[in-house]
């Protein structure tokens, strides 16, 4: 009875077991018949889904697996790091599995760690360079680009949250000072690793966590095995456009721990000048006053249009010293021989006439050399910051000018300036006691500054006749002391007062051609003096580090002014004190949102210039009066709000700000226009003048890390109201300027197809309070940058710009632009052939208003050029 | 005096001098040199190594921080700790024959890597063989010791949902509840039933791990093949069990001068500036129960 019960149970079992569950034991060996310990097991109804039960091997190598509702077939598969994988289907019950392993280490192929694109750590925000970079980047700059909230300038000049950064980093050593753009536009992204925003960056670690900034600095950190040996590159090459053309550059870097060094030396004709010849290049006051592009310049890259001859050479080292301490010494060279040429036509607008149109044609040879060198010692620790720089510049120009209207004449330009400037700074903070000393001394020289016309009858160049000549010297000497204390009370709060003591001296002197001779008292201007400024400072700051931060300064300023004219006489003098409040609020919400708040009165007094009562040519045809014999007062009550929301970790970034701003001045300025408009003059005139000035501005963007894309959208809205005379009578000037502008820059197809497209669409317009007639202008600006990588070593790049501009003469212009070439990278070297203005467009044509004119510009550009040139880094 | 004795003489001098200087040099700090093997309890060798990235959220901070942690893979035992342990741990073996040296170029290089990674002295070893996790944690200079079986009470449910791919394995899904949170892993087919912090008992890698709450997300994010011995530190820990060391690890973190005040390792003025608001770390602890 009891064994046909047990048979009956058997076969009960037997039955549930092959209609609903399987039950799986077995025995795992390696070839030597020893147990297989550690084994995972898993049980698969369906290979290509999750396994449905799993287990691992005990120390006798035994396992067992059940599962309710399920049945054979099934897969069992072996997987163990000693033993070689192993699978097998069992379509029925098997018993005991007797499973035998073969012995095989389990090998992993190795991950280079992919580090995440961003890191937030306190105020420093790490990007990992790879996260950001693409095919098509050559420098770091172009990978900086990319960050959140950073923009770059034309010039390589580097801004985060729309304020310049205060310090270039490299390993965390500041090499090259403001000069940055030497290092970010020729070190390779593959040899960095990380970038680091330092926000809010306080460079002096005497002062960090007392005083904050709003300038964030950036540091570059090499990868590993970059450091102690040379990186670079050199570079040469050669093509045509309508000449034949050339390009050499030598860019290379060393560095330790305990040096940096950068050298450079590049040249070419190929359209690539490598110091803006900008319109008021130059320091002292007697360079400033000529333009160096007097009859214009178009608003593109000076490489469309500056024929040149370029060189550059620079050299850079900073030596690690014991005791937190750095020697830094800078050098450069730089040669400019450049030219173009281009046509005006000038509209003067006056009131209650017709306005008066002058046209003029220009061709302009610009040749600057420029000269620099400078030596710093750095002292940086947590209690003593010390600092004492000496640097010289030199600048020498040599401008021609041939101008073509009704006649020809001839313009040149010559100048020569020089500057000395020491610098000295140290911060002491003992306990909660800060002192601080600031000294800066500086001479700045022009005793060559010539400027001079003449007009031919004909083109035949042997008659000729003077029409101006003007020589403008300046000597400058400056000297500003300042010295800090401040208490710290408690934790959150500090008081302190700061003291400061400028003195400068100057004196210019113009002289027009003849008149040494013959003396025309109306010809000269022979004014030197001294202007001193006192101040006191008294601040009370309340400082919660990392959230709330607020600062009001009253600053009491004494102002004594001594100016003395040589030619009559006359003594200017003035004496009296000034009271301008500031304040200043940082309201940090969380780690992502800031606000910031200034708000207060700022005063500008005149200085040498409000003396100057002679007029001094400025061109051929134009002069400025830049004085009225009384000092010029400017007082300006203003409030800025803004604020910036940032995520890092999710790409985002938001910031919006506005400005309104009042400004009394007690001058008006002043132009006349000359029958035909073939003369100018500007001036001023003692009178009151209010102006208003609102600016809004908002900027947004968002990296999406996984699109390897970012999309940003910015805008800005300014209007502006003042006075202006023009022919006598007085016109309210109302002007407002929009734009907005689009981006997306993305890397598609794992970094196969890289896109930087861009769209901005800007709005001018004025008005002049019904004297004369509304003028507004509207311009779309699209740029198209494109590069394609077919196979890892080659790139097919294409630049495409394309500006459609209304003009003043009525209707739209475009002007197209289009660069391609192509790139092939072989382990260290790297060809390209470049191809630059393809549409072969041989001019430009574009308005702007320009205070009561309209001027409408037309420029020769560079022909269709190509490029070949091979690069090898090392 | 023979010419050889004097320079020998001379030679012995300067040495003596050198050693005297380099003495000076350190300071009064006395300096302990100690081998890896002496600092350890060696118990494996690891053969692969499973970097994680590993972020976590503070919900009463409201802060988030991202660490980097390293699970070193043996034939019978794992180990998971901060990466820059694992840093320093390579600094001293390939120095001097494996002596740790606690000055110079190499501290720097130590702080440079718990600055970059994240530092912590937490360590778990898990065994295999012995179906055990060992855990050791640190605090205010003591170290603390708990065990516990391995994958105690993780109570795995597969998931049907499409694989997904990370760092290149394929990897499926799971989820379980496990001391008050919620989990979701990936697992892998590398053939280990290990994963991240306590985490395993899946047939297959953990590659990576998040919460339902959001506040943890681990996730590999690169595989070295170094082969180098570990285990946990050699010292004389307290043993105590996981509840109670957390619990004290809790009562650390939200109120550090209050701990520092009640174990009296400071006295004075710091009681008052407690009373007025402990100052709380950032804490976000993977195990609320």
Redesign the interface.
């Given at each position: 009875m009891i064994r046909r019960l047990i048979t009956y149970l058997l076969c009960v079992v037997s039955a549930m077991s092959a209609s609903g569950k399987v039950v799986l034991t077995g025995e795992l060996t390696d070839a030597d018949g020893n147990p297989a310990?550690?084994?995972?097991i898993?049980l698969y109804k369906d290979r290509t889904?999750?396994?449905?039960a799993?287990t691992?091997s005990d120390?006798a190598g035994k396992f067992r697996l059940a599962k309710e509702t399920l049945t054979f077939p099934v897969t069992l598969t072996f997987?163990?790091?000693?033993y070689a994988?192993k699978e097998m289907t069992i379509e029925k019950d098997p018993g005991v599995l007797k499973v035998p392993l073969r012995r095989e280490?389990?090998?992993?192929?190795?991950?280079?760690?992919?580090?995440?694109a961003a890191?937030?750590k306190g105020d420093t925000i790490v990007y990992d360079v790879n996260s950001f970079k693409g095919k098509g980047d050559r420098s770091i700059e172009d990978v900086i680009k990319k960050l959140p909230g950073v923009t770059v300038d034309d010039s390589g000049k580097i801004y985060y949250d729309e304020e310049p950064i205060n310090n270039f980093y490299i390993e965390g050593m500041n090499l090259m000072g403001g000069n940055y753009m030497i290092a970010s536009q020729n070190i390779s992204p593959d040899d960095i690793s990380t970038i680091s925003v330092y926000e809010r960056h306080q460079p002096k670690k005497a002062l960090k966590g007392i005083v904050d900034s709003k300038n964030a600095a950036l540091n570059l950190k090499l990868k590993k095995g970059r450091m102690l040996k040379p990186i670079g590159y050199l570079r040469g090459g050669t093509g045509y456009g309508d000449r034949l053309l050339w390009d050499g550059n030598f860019y290379g870097m060393l560095v330790s721990p305990v040096n940096q060094t950068i050298i450079t030396a590049k040249g070419n004709n190929a359209g690539s000048p490598y110091v803006s010849v900008g319109n008021q290049d130059g320091e002292g006051r007697a360079t400033k006053t000529f333009n160096k592009m007097p009859f214009g310049a178009p608003s593109i890259s000076q490489s469309r249009f500056l024929d040149n001859r370029s060189g550059y050479f620079s050299a850079n080292s900073l030596f690690k010293l014991p005791d937190e301490t750095t020697l830094t010494v800078n050098s450069s060279y730089s040669l400019e021989n450049d030219s173009y040429e281009g046509a005006t036509v000038t509209e003067y607008l006056l009131p209650g006439a017709p306005a008066v149109t002058y046209e003029e044609k220009a061709s302009s040879a610009l040749q600057a050399h420029r000269v620099s060198a400078g030596l710093k010692f750095e002292k940086n620790k947590d209690r003593l910051y010390l600092l004492d720089q000496l640097t010289f510049r030199g600048l020498f120009n040599d401008n021609r000018y041939l101008l073509h209207d009704a006649g020809r004449t001839e313009q040149t330009l010559y100048n020569h300036e020089f500057r000395v400037r020491n610098t000295f700074k140290t911060v002491v903070r003992r306990a909660r006691k800060i002192y601080e000393v600031s000294s800066v001394t500086e001479l700045k020289n022009t005793p060559v500054n010539h400027i001079g016309a003449v007009r031919f009858a004909s083109e035949d160049a042997s008659s000729s006749e003077t029409v101006m000549g003007q020589t403008v010297k300046g000597l400058s000497f400056f000297n500003s002391e300042s010295t800090g204390f401040s208490f710290q009370f408690g934790r959150i709060s500090q008081a302190g007062v700061e003291l400061s003591f400028n003195a400068a001296y100057d004196r210019l002197r113009s002289l027009a051609r003849g008149s040494e001779e013959e003396p025309v008292k109306d010809d000269r201007n022979d004014v030197s003096g001294y202007k001193i400024r006192t101040a006191a400072t008294p601040y009370y700051r309340i400082s919660f580090p990392g959230r709330f931060s607020a600062k009001l300064s009253v600053p009491v300023e004494m102002l004594d002014i001594r100016y003395v004219n040589a030619l009559n006489g006359d003594v200017y003098s003035h004496h009296r004190p000034y009271l301008s409040p500031l304040l200043s609020v940082t309201y940090k919400a969380?780690?992502r949102l800031v606000l910031d708040l200034d708000a207060g009165r700022r005063r500008t007094l005149g200085d040498i210039a409000d003396f100057i009562d002679n007029p001094i040519y400025t061109t051929y045809r134009s002069v400025t009066t830049m004085g009225t014999g009384s000092l010029r007062k400017e007082r300006r009550d203003y409030v800025n709000l803004s604020t910036i929301y940032r995520d890092a970790?999710a790409g985002l970034y938001l910031m919006a700000s506005g400005s309104f701003s009042i400004t009394e001045n007690n001058t008006i300025s002043v132009s006349d226009v000359g029958e035909n408009g073939s003369s100018v003059s500007s001036s001023r005139l003692n009178e009151s003048n209010r102006s208003r000035s609102t600016m809004a501005r908002f900027s947004a963007s968002k990296r999406v890390y996984d699109w390897r894309t970012t999309f940003a959208l910015s805008g800005t809205g300014q209007w502006r109201t003042r006075k202006r005379i023009r022919s006598g009578e007085k016109v309210d000037v109302n002007s407002s300027f929009y734009t907005l502008t689009g981006r997306v820059e993305s890397s598609l197809f794992s970094g196969k197809l890289a896109t930087n497209l861009s769209c901005v669409y800007s709005h001018v317009r004025q008005d002049f309070g019904g004297k004369m007639g509304a003028v507004g202008l509207n311009s779309v600006e699209f740029t198209g940058k494109v590069s394609v990588f077919p196979t890892d070593i080659l790139e097919i790049f294409g630049d495409v710009s394309l500006n459609h501009a209304e003009l003043a003469t009525g209707g739209y212009k475009s002007n197209v632009f289009v660069d391609a070439g192509m790139r092939v990278k072989l382990r260290k070297f790297e060809i390209e052939l470049a191809g630059k203005n393809l549409t072969n467009l041989r001019r430009y044509e574009y308005a702007i208003y320009s205070s009561l004119d309209i001027v409408n510009y037309n420029f020769r550009l560079r022909p269709i050029q190509g490029l070949l040139t091979v690069r090898y880094s090392f | 005096m023979n010419i050889h004795l004097k320079i020998t003489a001379i030679i012995l001098l300067v040495l003596c001098g050198l050693r005297a200087f380099a003495q000076q040099q350190q300071g009064d700090v006395q300096f302990e040199y100690r081998s890896f093997a002496e600092m350890y309890n060696v118990v494996d060798t690891a053969e692969m190594n499973i970097i994680y990235a590993h972020s976590m959220f503070d919900p009463v901070k409201k802060k988030k921080e991202i660490v980097y942690e390293l699970l070193s893979l043996g034939k019978d035992h794992s180990l998971y700790r901060m990466l820059a342990g694992y840093k320093s741990d390579s600094v001293s073996n390939s120095k001097a024959g494996g002596k740790y040296w606690y000055f110079g170029e190499d501290y720097k290089l130590y702080r440079t890597y718990t600055n970059t990674y994240g530092s912590s002295r937490e360590r778990i070893l898990k065994s295999y063989s012995d179906s055990k996790l060992t855990f050791t944690g640190s605090m205010l200079g003591d170290t603390y010791q708990a065990s516990e079986p391995l994958y105690d009470g993780m109570q795995w449910t597969m998931e049907e949902d499409a694989p997904r791919k990370i760092l290149d394995h394929e990897c499926r899904k799971a989820r379980m509840k496990w001391r008050g949170r919620e989990w979701t892993a990936w697992y892998s087919d590398i053939p280990y039933n290990d994963g991240p912090a306590k985490f395993g008992g899946l047939p297959g890698l953990i590659l990576e791990l998040t919460d339902s709450t959001g506040e943890h997300k681990i996730r590999a994010i690169g595989i070295k093949n170094d082969r180098y011995p570990f285990g946990l530190n050699n010292g004389n820990p307290f043993k105590t069990s996981r509840e109670r060391y957390n619990k004290l690890l809790e009562g650390y973190i939200s109120d550090v001068a209050g701990t520092l005040y009640q174990q009296g390792r400071v006295t004075g003025g710091l009681e008052n500036e407690r009373k007025k608001k402990p100052r709380r770390l950032f804490y976000c602890p993977i195990e609320l129960e």
């Open positions: 310990v550690g084994v995972i898993r889904k999750s396994p449905v799993f691992t120390r997987a163990s790091s000693k994988a280490d389990f090998v992993l192929e190795e991950v280079t760690v992919q580090a995440p890191r937030v969380n780690q970790l | -």
